[in-house]
């Protein structure tokens, strides 16, 4: 192939792309980190699911587990129902996962979603800032986010970076495109307790913008983000409630989901038209 035909190529290549990338609607947050790939998705999940088991049977024991019957749950399984089908996209793996949504008595204003769709929330943030179904739904959102953009994977990938360097030489020269069997153990050792993990402003950031999108599409008001935030900021009185210091609230937070709106409303505005015809 000619030079100049390989430079019409590539400019035709960038030109596609750029095409798609203008075609899609919604918030734009690039790709997942590279560090992801250090550490086997499956490995994640699993140890996920065993946390989420224990957290539920410790829940259980203390009589603090919502039952089926209860309307504060069957409430949030409701809004997961509408939005799981809009996870997929950002994460395939999200097609195999077993979601699991339960609800917690508890006073903190708290609320996760762990690797492999294992999601809880606490009373305390329902009750506490009497959250509407939208609101509910943007910190739900929020939450599978940081499970579907594997930020939990990330962490553990740049740990395991961090204190296995020598023995991440192979692996890392191989430019990520493997995983070492013998750092199986190390990535049980930094995904001890990933409840415990604590997130970046980034990381924050790309789950707000994800979130608002995927409850948008469900067809909950992503305005209601905002909201979300004012009454966290109210609730903020003294110590900052458990949420709240893991998810840091800012200025500049609250103004970048105020900017995405315009992306995100056409999407709301679609899909509440839609569910309105419907019979």
Request: glycine share 8%; charged share 20%; hydrophobic share 45%.
């Amino acid at each position: 192939m000619s030079a100049v035909a390989v430079a019409l190529s590539l400019v035709l290549a960038c030109a596609s792309f750029t095409v798609a990338a203008q075609e899609r609607e919604g918030v734009n947050v690039g790709k997942r980190s590279a560090f992801t790939n250090l550490v086997p998705a499956q490995e994640v999940e699993k140890m996920a699911g065993q946390q989420y088991k224990q957290v539920l049977e410790q829940a259980d024991s203390k009589n603090a587990l919502a039952p089926p019957s209860s309307e504060e749950l069957k409430r949030l399984r409701t809004i997961a129902q509408r939005l799981i089908p809009f996870a997929t996209p950002w994460n395939e793996r999200a097609s195999q996962w077993q979601w699991e949504v339960n609800l917690i008595g508890s006073k903190q204003i708290n609320a996760y979603c762990m690797p492999g769709g294992k999601i809880a929330f606490y009373t305390g943030i329902l009750r506490t800032l009497q959250l509407t179904d939208d609101e509910a739904a943007m910190v739900m959102g929020h939450e599978m986010a940081h499970a579907l953009r594997e930020h939990a994977r990330e962490r553990i990938g740049k740990s395991t970076v961090t204190t296995g360097a020598a023995r991440l030489g192979g692996a890392l020269l191989s430019g990520w495109l493997g995983i070492d069997p013998n750092l199986t153990d190390m990535v049980a050792q930094q995904g001890a307790n990933l409840l415990n993990l604590k997130f970046g402003r980034e990381d924050e950031s790309e789950a707000d913008l994800v979130g608002m999108e995927i409850a948008a599409r469900a067809g909950y008001d992503p305005r209601a983000g905002i909201t979300l935030w004012e009454k966290m900021g109210a609730a903020n009185k003294g110590a900052p409630p458990q949420w709240l210091s893991t998810h840091p609230a800012s200025s500049t937070r609250i103004a970048d989901m105020q900017a995405a709106l315009p992306s995100v409303m056409p999407l709301f505005q679609r899909a509440k038209a839609a569910q309105t015809v419907k019979p």
